[in-house]
Every structure is written in structure tokens, then in C-alpha cells.
């Protein structure tokens, strides 16, 4: 009998609400996707157990043979020490030292590799989506954190001890908000999605006249991503200047990625940039240009990842294919 | 009769206030120096040529025959326009589009090859000084303003336009004071010896008891390094808030760089950190510290650049001997 071609990888995308797995093909094509909560308060074998039941409900979608799956890519949370694939701690998900490559590998019986979100992210975007051409590019994700991940003459840089990329923690304002990290004043305190939220909550509570909250069913529940960007269009007093800022803050932080890495393109993703679209990405561009020297701007890109929801399942696809490096 | 071999060649530190030629063999030593003030304000034509008659006043105090040097290295302040060796434009120079490589060529009759004054600073000390075994390093030289170059797994970080590593010019606090850059709030602005200048004179303005101008010939010219240390030493009121706010910047911005790059070595250079020694080092190693990641921390070395004013001249001696990339 002749031996069947593994022609598929799985790409999953590790997140601190929800797992996203999807069955790729080698032309970046999704075939099949599974989706669930990641629920990390229940300990890390739970999640585990549940990113494990996500390969498979993304392969029987796809409807190809399991044996046809070569290998399984991660993109998670960091810091990570990549080469024996533990998540060494993470704010979100608050596990300590999870060894996420050997019980996903004991469970899934493949190989298993990954990285961190942020350079599967710029990954994904690099291979198939807005930044397809460019060989040195900044990417930084802005979710509930901000991610970041940094291409160099087409290779993921990984630094010393394999954690570099974390854009999302250059300190933009040491005389700013206390970060989840711990630190004070990182992009990500002034610019993420939780930043936005905070600024939002803080304006309310302060007697800013908002309708933000009208109509929520738990006016205490996260405010959603359409619900934010209604209230940005029709000019909402509290909601204009936390996404404002968070633009604003993006662009400095931009700014500084030019000087520093002079990339050809800047892709901007995550939740926030996809919810808010070109008006958000333009100011960032804005001030980001306005803030670095004129030949770090003259020829580079920033803009929009393209892959949207799938930039992290896509790059982890390429870690699986073995071109993560 | 048997040609010459060739086997020295000429690094030039092009700085804002001087020039240093030194020749120098494939070991790294330093065989003759030549030293002349820049002269910048009388235009470029004139600073070349002082560049050219400090290769012959180096190659005279060496004592070996012009025809044994190999090629010139010149560390230049940029941006630049590598491939053309041209000088963009620069604060300190005040050129526009100068044509070094060009001009220099002309004059001296040997290959020219010219970088960024911060990246064949790191380039230097990567190959001759404290940076020598470590593969991924970060450079940054403190004094007028405050250079950077960036080593990654042994080659130099250019970028798409060739003018990556300008850590100087990272945004530390956008509400910071105003960079000679143009911008606001850039780390240069915050930790530069010019910075560190301008908050002593507005201390001093303020009424600040402070003894560090007793004794100047000329109280308004700039005051010198030394006086700057046995100040600081001293407890000097105005002095010592200034370069502890020096300090403090430069460790927000290492802390930034071990997050982004996660270097195995973060060398710290320039006129500033030989002026301050280990106390000043010190002060920036722990607020970097506190404030990155502590993988990013946990394995880097933050120390002082060992081969003082030879750093940029040895490193353009590499670039010469074609080893810049």
C-alpha cells in the first residue's frame, strides 16, 4: 500500500480567551478550522486537552485523513523558551514553566513546534498576507495585549534567549500607566485593547458624558470591538480620546520601530485595528511618520495585516512546515 | 620586483567637533593616529580634505608606506546613503547630500567604505573590545547625542534603506523636551551629554546652590567631562539630578532594546560612560533591569565599552578590511 502523502499542517492560535486551530495546506489555504474557549483558569492540562480537541475538530472540517497531518504549530503567548517548547509564564494565562510542545506532542502524536504570537503573527502576514514581498518587516498586534514579531532579511528574529520581539513592552513613557507585565509605561499600557477599555471606564467614572454603555446587557462586561468603533464614528466623548491615544501611543511606538529596524513594511493586526480599520491604522501612520527620521519613512509601508483572525494560524502553519526560522 | 602586500588599513571616526585616523592591522592594533578638529561650519570640501591630511598624518606616525594600506573605513554621523557613501544630512555637520565616499576616494586614492558612527562603534567593540564572543549586540554611545548599532547572530543590523539602529531616537517620553532631531521626547533628548548640559544650566538658572561652574575660564562654554565627574562625585545639586536623569533615561531605553532584540550583550560607549565609569554604568544595568522582561534580563551583559575613543576607528578598520556586513 502506498504511503499517504502529509500533505496538511495544523496551525493553532493560542490566545488567552480562545484556541484556533486550522488544517493548512502549503499555499497558506485554510481547510478546516476548530474553535474554543481556552479556559486557562482550569489549569493548563485542560487547555491543553482542549487545543488537542481543536486539532481534530479542525481536521474532520477539512475532511482529510489524520495521517495526512505532518506536523502541528503553535503560536503562544511568551515568554516561551522555544527550544523545549514551555511557556515559561505569561500574564494571561498564568501558568508557570507549561510544557506545551511534549503534552500537546503526547496527545496529538505529531510534531509539534512554536513561538510566540507575535512572530507567528508577523509570519503569517509575511508568507500570505500584507506583508507578502517585503523581507524586513515589523508587525505589532494589538488584542487585549500587544504582540510584536520582527522579520530581518526574511528570517523571524529570535534573539539570545529566543524571546526578542516584545514591541509590545518598549517603554513609551515611564511616567505612565502600570502595564500587565508589571513595569510602567509600556506600549502596550497606553495602547492595547485593555488600555482602551481602562481609558474609556476611567472617563465614565469621572462624569463624561457617554453612550458607550447604552443597551449592554452587563454594562460591566468588556465593551465589543462594533460597540467601540459605533461609538468612535458617532464621536462618543469618552470613547474618542482612549482610541485616540492608543493610536497616538502606536504611532510613537511605530516611530521608534522605523529608527530602530528601518524596516520596508510595518503591518498592524489584532483585534483593535481590525475592529477600527483604516481611520485607526491612518493616524497611527501619521504620527509614526511625523516622528522619525525622514529615510526611515521614505519608502516603508504601514499598514493593515490582511489575514485578520488568521495571521497567527497561518504563521504557525510555516513554523509546522519547518520555515519559522 | 615584488608588490607591496597590503595589510594595514585606515579607520576614520568622523565626529561633529574631530576627526581620528589611526591605521590599523588585521589584529586590531593600532599602528599611528592622526587627529584634527572637524571644522564642519567651513563647509564639506574643507572637513575632507582634513580628513585626508589625518590618514597621512596616521600613516606617517605608523611609519609604514602608503602603498601598504589596504583600504579606509570611515564611521560617519548619518543618516546616509550606504551604497553611494553619501551623507544625507546630519544636525551636527549641517550637510546636505555630501558625497564622502566620493570625495575622500578622490583625495586619498584607495577604497572607501563608510557606516553609521554608532554602527561601526558596536562593530568595533564586537570585533577588538568588551563585545568580542557575544553574537547578538546592542551598541549605545552616549555623548552629543547617542549613536546605536545593533549586531545580530555577527552582522550588522542595516535595514531596508540601510539606516537601522538609530536606538538614539527612540521615544522615551513624547512629553519629554525637544531632540535636535527635530522630534520630542527621543532618548537622545533625555541622556544625551548635550542633555545632560542643558538640565545642569536650567538648575543653575533656577537657583540651585552648585559649585560646578567655579573656577571656568568661560562659564558659558561647555563643561568639560571631568569637572562633570568630580561634580557628580561631589554631590553637586545641580549635577547630580542631571546625570541620574541621564542614567534613568538610557535604562528605559536598554530595557526597551533587551525586549525588542534580547541581546546577549548591551555595551554602553561614548564620552559620557568614560567620563562616569561603573557608577554610571550601574545605575543604567538596574533601571534595565526593572523594567524589561527577565528572560530579556536574564542572561545579558550590560557593561561599558572597553576600547573607549578607539571603538568607532577600530570598527571602520572592519568595514575597511570588508568585514562590515
Known amino acids: 500500500m502506498k504511503k499517504l502523502k502529509k500533505q496538511y499542517v495544523v496551525g493553532i492560535d493560542l490566545g488567552g480567551t480562545k484556541i484556533y486551530a486550522a488544517v493548512i495546506d502549503d499555499k497558506g489555504n485554510i481547510l478546516g478550522a476548530g474553535r474554543k474557549k481556552t479556559k486557562a483558569e482550569q489549569g ?10 481543536c486539532v481534530h475538530e479542525a481536521v474532520d472540517a477539512a475532511g482529510v485523513p489524520y495521517d495526512a497531518i505532518q506536523a502541528v504549530g503553535v503560536g503562544s503567548p511568551g515568554p516561551l523558551d522555544l527550544k523545549k517548547g514551555i511557556i515559561i509564564n505569561t500574564p494571561n ?7 506545551l510542545k511534549k503534552e500537546l506532542k503526547k496527545l496529538l502524536q505529531k510534531p509539534v513546534m512554536v513561538d510566540n504570537d507575535g512572530n507567528v503573527g508577523v509570519l503569517g502576514e509575511y508568507a500570505f498576507g500584507a506583508a507578502q514581498g517585503a523581507h524586513d518587516v515589523v508587525g505589532l498586534f494589538v488584542g487585549t495585549g500587544i504582540g510584536g514579531g520582527v522579520i530581518i532579511k526574511g528570517h523571524l528574529l529570535h534573539g539570545f534567549n529566543e524571546n526578542a520581539g516584545e514591541i509590545g513592552h518598549i517603554i513609551v513613557n515611564p511616567d505612565g500607566p502600570l502595564c500587565g507585565c508589571g513595569n510602567r509605561g509600556c506600549l502596550e499600557a497606553f495602547a492595547s485593547r485593555t488600555a482602551i477599555e481602562r481609558d474609556i471606564r476611567q472617563a465614565l467614572e469621572q462624569g463624561v458624558p457617554s453612550k458607550v454603555l ?4 452587563n454594562p460591566k462586561a468588556i465593551i465589543r470591538s462594533k460597540r467601540l468603533l459605533e461609538a468612535y464614528q458617532a464621536g462618543d466623548p469618552a470613547v474618542v480620546p482612549a482610541i485616540e491615544r492608543s493610536a497616538q501611543y502606536l504611532g510613537y511606538g511605530v516611530a521608534s520601530m522605523l529608527n530602530i529596524f528601518n524596516p520596508q513594511m510595518v503591518v498592524l493586526g489584532g483585534g483593535v485595528v481590525e475592529a477600527l480599520g483604516e481611520v485607526y491604522v491612518q493616524k497611527v501612520r ?5 516622528n522619525c527620521f525622514p529615510i526611515a519613512s521614505r519608502d516603508v509601508r504601514i499598514v493593515a495585516a490582511s489575514l485578520k483572525d488568521d495571521s ?4 504557525a502553519a510555516m513554523l509546522a512546515w519547518g520555515k519559522g526560522k
Not at 44 to 53: E, P
Not at 214 to 217: A, L, P, S, Y
Open 312 to 315: 497567527a494560524v497561518l504563521g
Open 44 to 53: 493548563f492540562a485542560t487547555t491543553v486537552q482542549r487545543m488537542a480537541a
Open 214 to 217: 447604552e443597551g449592554m446587557d
Open 93 to 99: 494565562l498564568k501558568w508557570k514553566d507549561a510544557p
Open 286 to 290: 501619521d504620527v509614526a511618520v511625523a
